[in-house]
């Protein structure tokens, strides 16, 4: 009896936490009932038939944000610090004054060359015949017209000259507001000695060029018929290969260009230079041709020269 007395007791101390675990389950219920309550006071929800009309937008939510296009980082591209969106016409209004600009600089150069034209072409005449001023061969004209247009063409020759650095920096400033600040350095490094290449070549072209060429020129022709040079002819084909070396010259900024963007290096133009010896052949050829054959190769020569010169400058500075 005593030992069922004790079981008795024991099972009624088990059966005490068991009530007193029912009761946080009757604590949970009454969140239920409470939303019950407040949907059952909230009004009836309107349908169009074929869902809840407005469904799922709450007004108090946050609008969607759009990066700022006047941010200096947008979608992880940085802008350069002056850029700004401007219409398509203002674009082209910047562009053909600053244009205009550029032509009434070259119109001036070669309205001022024009003054003093005839005193031109006669110190170019005996400077580029490699003889005494007496041994000089004198100029012929051909046609009437011929004296002024040689004029005209050794005038606008100045403008063009004055007029290239007058592009150049109306260049940089249409450029400038989308150029990042290191661009802006780079430019204005690359284009002043872009310009002072072109003016070497043609005083090169000037000094040491066409005074071989006329040279062979006259040797060419002498013993077999009298030498007329053409006034007219004579002064293009000088125009035309001071042009021609000025842009010549720029073949060592050009590589350098390259290398330093990437895109070729030092050992890879060493590797390919007999191509670029063809090449350089051949543009000579076209754009300089004359019968004998003498000044494309003058001219290739000195394209080649100036090619390897380069090459030559890289490989002893280390870069290849």
Known sequence: MESSEADLESSEADQEPAETDQEPAETDQEPAETDQESSASEPPLETDGEGVVGGGHEPDAAEPSYPDPADDDIGGISTPPDDEEMPLADHIEEMVLRLAVVFLVGAAGTAIGLLWASQTIEHVWLNVFPYEIEQVPPPHVYHP??????????????????????????????????????????????????????????????????????????????????????????????????GLLAVVFQIPLFIMLAIMMGVTTRRWLADKRLYFWAAF????????????????????????????????????????
Do not use: H
């Not at 072209?205 to 071989?212: G, K, M, N, R």
């Open 145 to 242: 017209l011929e004296l002024w247009l040689t004029r005209i063409k050794l005038s606008a020759l100045l403008g063009i000259m004055l007029a290239l650095p007058m592009l150049v920096y109306q260049c940089y400033l249409f450029m400038r507001p989308g150029l990042y600040p290191n661009e802006r350095k780079y430019y204005l490094a690359a284009v002043p000695t872009s310009v002072i290449l072109a003016g070497v070549g043609m005083l090169f072209s000037y000094v040491l060029v066409l005074p071989i060429l006329f040279q062979y020129f006259t040797f060419y022709a002498e013993g077999s018929a009298g030498i007329a040079y053409a006034l007219g002819e004579t002064f293009d084909m000088i125009i035309t290969l001071t």
């Open 281 to 320: 052949a051949g543009l000579s050829f076209m754009f300089a041709f004359d019968p004998t054959g003498m000044a494309p190769i003058l001219v290739a020569i000195t394209m080649i020269f100036l090619f390897e010169g380069t090459l030559l400058v890289l490989k002893w500075v280390g870069r290849e």
